[in-house]
């Protein structure tokens, strides 16, 4: 990807690293195992769907916040959402062996309140 010009390349990796660990964090919370974000583009294909669905709510959060203040950032972040998307279009969802097989049965008896449903 072409950097915009006046956007120190050590910024931008450095951002990109960044933004590598919280997504990191993101699929740690979801129960991917920490040897799948052993880089950027194992840790885009290992995250289930409501994974993506966080991470694109991020990088574009990011890309409008960063915008004006930290171009290298927003750059980082743009450039980290076009290399999820073309990694999500090759795995739409994620290969069977990085599937978390351990969640057990959903609980759906307790709403979001704490109370039970009857």
Wanted: proline fraction near 8%.
């Amino acid at each position: 990807m072409v950097i915009r010009s006046g956007i120190d390349p050590a910024d931008f990796r450095a951002c990109v690293t960044l933004i590598e660990q919280k997504l990191c964090e993101v699929a740690g919370k979801l129960g991917v195992p920490e040897s799948q974000c052993a880089d950027l583009d194992g840790l885009l294909t290992a995250l289930p769907f409501v994974g993506r669905s966080r991470a694109r709510a991020m990088l574009n959060g990011i890309q409008v916040s960063a915008a004006d203040e930290h171009p290298a950032m927003a750059a980082a972040a743009r450039y980290v959402s076009a290399l999820a998307e073309d990694i999500w279009e090759a795995f739409p969802e994620p290969p069977h062996h990085m599937q978390p097989n351990d969640w057990g049965p959903v609980d759906c008896s307790r709403r979001r309140d704490g109370r039970e449903d009857r």
